[in-house]
């Protein structure tokens, strides 16, 4: 379930047009579409990067595939990116215009709190923070911290949605009109 993924989409307008068109002109619509993908994976990539990841986990999960003729999904595949992106607890704040997808992830609980204190203890050693026992303790006082105040959203997902979308128009429209 935590997952967040967004298919790349917004050529509604142009579906007709498409599928009468020619083989050749499919081949370059479904060219523009992949450009899409790999421009809202970078896109993404670069402010997960912007905001100081420490291991890269979420920056590798950010990917894009296709899933047929003229149809691609972009996706984020680290478990706990809904949670970066929306942001927990009372600090939940959806990107404007993902709030009902968003729904699904609030309140959404996980079974790792070990893990997220082992996670915790690796990036505060790898830090320098605390050794030994004191990192230990360090490590509950943040998860517990997190757990009870949750984190701010640090959106970097669905941010690219109207940026990708509005490039992808003019070059779809571009390419219909024979330019």
Known sequence: MNLIKATVIGLDAFKAQIASASKELQADVDGELQAAAMEFVAL?????????????????????????????????NAFYAPFIEFGTKSKFNPYPGTEEYASQFKGAKQSGALKLIDAIKGWVKRKGIAAGKEADRVAFLI???????????????FKQVPIVRNSLTQRITALLNGI
């Open 143 to 157: 998860a517990r911290s997190i757990y009870r105040k949750g984190i701010s959203p640090k959106p970097f997902f």
């Open 44 to 76: 993404a990539k670069r402010d997960v990067a912007s905001q100081g990841g420490d291991r890269g986990t979420l920056l590798r999960s950010i990917s894009y595939s296709k899933d047929g003729n003229l149809s691609y999904t972009v996706s984020a």
